[in-house]
Each structure stands twice: as structure tokens, then as C-alpha cells.
């Protein structure tokens, strides 16, 4: 077994998930496709194997003790390259994984890596996710989970409307987390959340990587997400 191998088992027991050794084959061969990708469009700055082990698959997986331990309808919002959502659709395939990505020469490599790894629990859809939030997959989500996609409070707005009530937004982060907070949490209220819970994240040579999590305690009002002429340069805070 590859040290990578051992951090991702480590990992997943975190959350009481071992991973067999073809979900393991699965999370390298995504990270082959992803490599090959990278060639002909601009998916990810990670380019080192042993980077992205650690800092796509590795991270992914920081997010499974968060999950609920039940089955469960997850959104990754900007979902680019398909990080964290295709490595948490490896390792929790009794949940329903829908990508979101609005780019279309992304959001087709996501559909087309899905059904290379036989990931018949992702669905991809090819749209803004503040149009996603006032369609018919409005708080239709558990769970909703972003990465390196915007500051906070635009993640709450995009995010928030998605999620059931009762359900949470997890949305991964880093140094500046601390700074982005404040206008987050009054989006928040705003939204129908909870304050935010900042959970540390522990991964070899990712310094101040957080989850934040915003818990959905009522309905988001209707005006909510903005459409993105409107929205433009004004967050909610």
C-alpha cells in the first residue's frame, strides 16, 4: 500500500469507512483522468501526483465525518474538476452526488469521468448554481458542499438555498477564513442558517484548512439566490 493509499484509509476511518481496494483503485484512476484533462483544459493548478493525492483525494475525504452516516442527496457547487464531489461519490456510494458546474467543457469531462469510474450515483448539471437554487432542486439537498469556488457569504447565498431544512452547508476553506466570517455569518441569518461552526481540518502540509458549516434551521426566502446581474459585486452582507 502507497503512503497516499494509507493517508486516504486513514481518513475514511475517521468517519468508520474503510475503503476497499477497487474504491481505492477508483480514487487513483480519477486522479489519471483528471491528469490527462489537465493537457487540453485548465482544470486544476495541482499538477505533482503526490500533491494532488494529498490536497484533492486527501481533502475530499476530510469532509466524510460531516456527512450524515445515512443515505443522502449531496450538491457540490462548482464542482470544476469534480473535487470533492467525485472522490466523496467513491467513497460514500450509497449517497446521490449531483456536480454542478457551469462550464460546459468542464462540466462534460465530469460526465464523461463519471461514467468511466461507473459512478452511477453522480449526475452532473451543467448550470449557475444561482440558477440551480430557484429551480426545481431548491432545498431538495442534505447536504450542499463547496470548494475554492468564492469568499463565504457569496458561498452561503449560492449554497444555502439549495439545502433542506435541517440540512447544512460544508464549505472547505483556508487561511482566510477567519477574515471572510463576519459578512458570512450575517448572510447566514439571512439565509435561514445557524451562526457558523468552524471544524479544523488535519492533512500533511495544509496549514489552516477548515470546514465551515452553516446549518440550515428554517426555509430561505424566495428572493434568494439573486440572479447574478442583480447579485453582481453586492454580497448579501
Not at 493517508?7 to 475503503?19: E, R, S, T
Not at 442558517?193 to 452553516?214: K, R, W
Request: aromatic residues 2%; proline residues 8%.
Amino acid at each position: 500500500m502507497s503512503e497516499a493509499q494509507a493517508l486516504w484509509n486513514q481518513l475514511a476511518a475517521a468517519a468508520n469507512l474503510p475503503l476497499s481496494d477497487s474504491q481505492q483503485q477508483q480514487l487513483s484512476r480519477y486522479l489519471d483522468l483528471l491528469e490527462q484533462a489537465n493537457q487540453r483544459m485548465n482544470l486544476t493548478r495541482i499538477t505533482d501526483r503526490a500533491a494532488a493525492e494529498i490536497q484533492h483525494i486527501g481533502d475530499s475525504l476530510t469532509l466524510l465525518p460531516h456527512l450524515p452516516t445515512n443515505a443522502s442527496n449531496i450538491a457540490d457547487v462548482g464542482s470544476g474538476g469534480g473535487v470533492p464531489g467525485l472522490p466523496l461519490a467513491i467513497a460514500r456510494p450509497d449517497c446521490r452526488i449531483t456536480l454542478i458546474e457551469s462550464t460546459k467543457k468542464k462540466a462534460n469531462f465530469l460526465s464523461e469521468t463519471a461514467a468511466q469510474l461507473n459512478l452511477t450515483n453522480v449526475t452532473v448539471v451543467p448550470d449557475r448554481a444561482e440558477d440551480v437554487g430557484q429551480s426545481p432542486l431548491r432545498e431538495t439537498f442534505d447536504i450542499a458542499i463547496a470548494r475554492a469556488v468564492a469568499e463565504l457569504v457569496w458561498l452561503a447565498e449560492w449554497c444555502l438555498p439549495l439545502v433542506k431544512t435541517g440540512g447544512a452547508m460544508l464549505a472547505m476553506k483556508g487561511a482566510r477564513a477567519t477574515a471572510e466570517l463576519p459578512a458570512a455569518t450575517r448572510a447566514a441569518k439571512l439565509l435561514g442558517a445557524a451562526e457558523p461552526t468552524v471544524h479544523p481540518v488535519s492533512l500533511p502540509g495544509a496549514d489552516h484548512h477548515v470546514i465551515i458549516e452553516m446549518r440550515k434551521q428554517r426555509p430561505t426566502d424566495r428572493r434568494y439566490p439573486r440572479p447574478p446581474t442583480l447579485a453582481k459585486a453586492k454580497p448579501l452582507a
